[in-house]
């Protein structure tokens, strides 16, 4: 049984107002649906001026003239596209009981911010010497444990003291 998600977006009702002459812009919703179990309504970064809102079809007005203002206009909404296809890709790959509201927060999360995730993706050592030289990089910001303390160069040295042992064995 094939499942088809869709996304819908909105604006959100608080407007900020633009300092001076800048306009006003509001916060841009999404609301996701994949069926019965599945409807959530999250915030995305996207900001948009309410006035170059379509309410009924849930996307930009563009402005006819060439403007830089439609050149951003242009840019966001190929942004939401493509935040819309990610989503429903993802929806339809991932385990259906695994798909909450916080999955989506996080979805849209990592979309915007990928910087955020990098660190956690990061793939670990295979070998037992790529493990031990990953050790001995991250060995100066680690504590010891007894004193909670950072590792002296001699503990540094003493874990490469011990991997060239083991590379000449």
Known sequence: CIIMASVIYSLSSKVDKGAGKA?????????FSGGRDHVYRVKTSFHANPKRWNKKKGQLIMPELETPEQKELIALQGKLDELSNKIKIAFAEADKSSVTKE???EFVDRYHFPEKYLAQEEVKPITLFGYIADFIKKSPQRKDRATGRLLTTNNIQQYKATEKHLQAY
């Open 23 to 31: 306009p006003s812009s509001a916060r841009i919703l999404l609301r």
């Open 103 to 105: 999955w989506l927060e």
